[in-house]
């Protein structure tokens, strides 16, 4: 009885341990690894099917021990990583700091994920470091571009530029980007962290080497992909792109399929200078003409010229008035319902465009003005979002 109870009790721990392995070695489509400004990132929410495995305070020689246990634990597509600055704070150089860097990056893509680098970052406590960060990042561009000259297929290691983009931010805007110890970043600086990573996680088939204000700053030629074979027919006569904004046919209140009604007031304003037009005669809120963006020449009842109907609902057709519309995603857009309360003070889109920093703002609901205020922050060098 005591060897049947003895057997039962082995069996049991066996399937308990098999049950904490097999949850424990999940398949994560990101994983996180680094220093601080990994633990301290919030990404459990904003990228799902993901892992954080940041420690504060470690090296790349550090991060290079565990990473083939986290490889192998998780079995990721992408790494985002971060490190290097603690091993130029601790005393390392330039150039070992990047072997070790190297290092890391080797044993990631041989399991076969790609490397997401963010960058260093300018901060107000380590002066004394900055030129040795942009050094480090200086060795790590280049890394990307050989890497990428040398694939078979798409870039494996690729660089989210952060510093040339934080040091505008922070002449323009002190503070905004750090927590109190001027080291590691706040919400704000995090709001942009999200936005690129986001970005460059989602180009999984493209060919982007290094991304600077979420855009990317350089790309890959793609010599390693396969290439269509040559034919001795003549090219294809090309066909024109359409044109980004249309003013549709008279009275109707719908626009030309494949186009959409534009959204905002200033989206208004850009298409107006798109299909020619230059005067502009204001907003309105009726249910008696065209919803949004419309033109008037020679209509009854309406000064020539175009308009900005607000109206929530769909508006009327009204004889002779033409809707403008644009292509899908050709303008930015604000979301009329972002706020920013400070002091009981009230304020929106509107408040954010005036000033280029009020687009670090992070609003009632918490996103951050230049995610939700794209079309007032448009424009603005430090916090630009659309292409």
């Given at each position: 009885?005591?060897?049947?109870?003895?057997?039962?009790?082995?069996?049991?721990?066996?399937?308990?341990?098999?049950?904490?392995?097999?949850?424990?070695?999940?398949?994560?489509?990101?994983?996180?690894?680094?220093?601080?400004?990994?633990?301290?990132?919030?990404?459990?929410?904003?990228?799902?099917?993901?892992?954080?495995?940041?420690?504060?305070?470690?090296?790349?020689?550090?991060?290079?021990?565990?990473?083939?246990?986290?490889?192998?634990?998780?079995?990721?597509?992408?790494?985002?990583?971060?490190?290097?600055?603690?091993?130029?704070?601790?005393?390392?150089?330039?150039?070992?700091?990047?072997?070790?860097?190297?290092?890391?990056?080797?044993?990631?893509?041989?399991?076969?994920?790609?490397?997401?680098?963010?960058?260093?970052?300018?901060?107000?406590?380590?002066?004394?470091?900055?030129?040795?960060?942009?050094?480090?990042?200086?060795?790590?561009?280049?890394?990307?571009?050989?890497?990428?000259?040398?694939?078979?297929?798409?870039?494996?290691?690729?660089?989210?530029?952060?510093?040339?983009?934080?040091?505008?931010?922070?002449?323009?805007?002190?503070?905004?980007?750090?927590?109190?110890?001027?080291?590691?970043?706040?919400?704000?600086?995090?709001?942009?962290?999200?936005?690129?990573?986001?970005?460059?996680?989602?180009?999984?088939?493209?060919?982007?080497?290094?991304?600077?204000?979420?855009?990317?700053?350089?790309?890959?030629?793609?010599e390693g992909l396969p290439t269509s074979t040559p034919t001795t027919s003549s090219a294809p006569t090309p066909t024109p792109d359409p044109p980004s904004a249309v003013i549709g046919d008279p009275s109707v209140n719908d626009c030309p399929e494949g186009y959409e009604k534009i959204q905002s007031e200033r989206g208004c304003k850009e298409a107006m200078k798109l299909v020619g037009k230059s005067d502009w005669e204001g907003d309105e809120d009726t249910n008696n003409w065209p919803s949004?963006?419309?033109?008037?020449?020679?209509?009854?009842?309406?000064?020539?010229?175009?308009?900005?109907?607000?109206?929530?609902?769909?508006?009327?057709?009204?004889?002779?008035?033409?809707?403008?519309?644009?292509?899908?995603?050709?303008?930015?857009?604000?979301?009329?319902?972002?706020?920013?309360?400070?002091?009981?003070?009230?304020?929106?889109?509107?408040?954010?465009?005036?000033?280029?920093?009020?687009?670090?703002?992070?609003?009632?609901?918490?996103?951050?003005?230049?995610?939700?205020?794209?079309?007032?922050?448009?424009?603005?060098?430090?916090?630009?979002?659309?292409?």
């Amino acid at each position: 009885m005591l060897r049947t109870f003895k057997l039962k009790h082995i069996v049991l721990q066996v399937l308990l341990l098999t049950s904490s392995v097999l949850t424990s070695s999940a398949v994560k489509k990101t994983l996180f690894a680094g220093d601080s400004d990994i633990e301290g990132w919030d990404t459990d929410d904003e990228f799902p099917d993901s892992v954080n495995e940041g420690v504060g305070g470690w090296t790349c020689k550090q991060v290079g021990k565990r990473i083939n246990k986290y490889l192998k634990k998780h079995k990721p597509e992408w790494v985002v990583l971060v490190c290097g600055e603690n091993d130029l704070a601790y005393g390392e150089s330039v150039n070992k700091a990047f072997q070790d860097f190297e290092s890391v990056v080797a044993k990631i893509v041989k399991k076969g994920a790609r490397v997401i680098y963010m960058g260093t970052k300018p901060e107000p406590g380590t002066k004394k470091l900055h030129s040795d960060y942009e050094k480090y990042d200086a060795k790590i561009r280049a890394k990307a571009t050989g890497m990428a000259a040398t694939a078979d297929t798409i870039p494996p290691l690729v660089m989210v530029d952060v510093y040339p983009v934080f040091d505008v931010i922070e002449r323009d805007e002190p503070g905004e980007l750090y927590k109190g110890d001027n080291l590691h970043l706040s919400k704000y600086g995090y709001a942009y962290w999200t936005e690129w990573a986001k970005t460059a996680l989602a180009d999984d088939l493209g060919s982007c080497i290094r991304w600077e204000n979420n855009s990317c700053a350089e790309q890959s030629n793609m010599e390693g992909l396969p290439t269509s074979t040559p034919t001795t027919s003549s090219a294809p006569t090309p066909t024109p792109d359409p044109p980004s904004a249309v003013i549709g046919d008279p009275s109707v209140n719908d626009c030309p399929e494949g186009y959409e009604k534009i959204q905002s007031e200033r989206g208004c304003k850009e298409a107006m200078k798109l299909v020619g037009k230059s005067d502009w005669e204001g907003d309105e809120d009726t249910n008696n003409w065209p919803s949004r963006c419309y033109f008037c020449d020679n209509v009854d009842d309406c000064e020539d010229g175009v308009w900005f109907n607000k109206v929530e609902d769909t508006g009327t057709a009204r004889t002779g008035a033409r809707p403008i519309c644009a292509l899908p995603n050709t303008f930015c857009e604000d979301d009329a319902d972002w706020t920013y309360t400070k002091r009981g003070r009230v304020t929106d889109c509107v408040w954010v465009g005036k000033k280029s920093k009020r687009c670090t703002k992070i609003g009632d609901d918490g996103a951050a003005a230049f995610q939700a205020c794209k079309l007032s922050c448009k424009g603005f060098k430090t916090t630009s979002t659309c292409v």
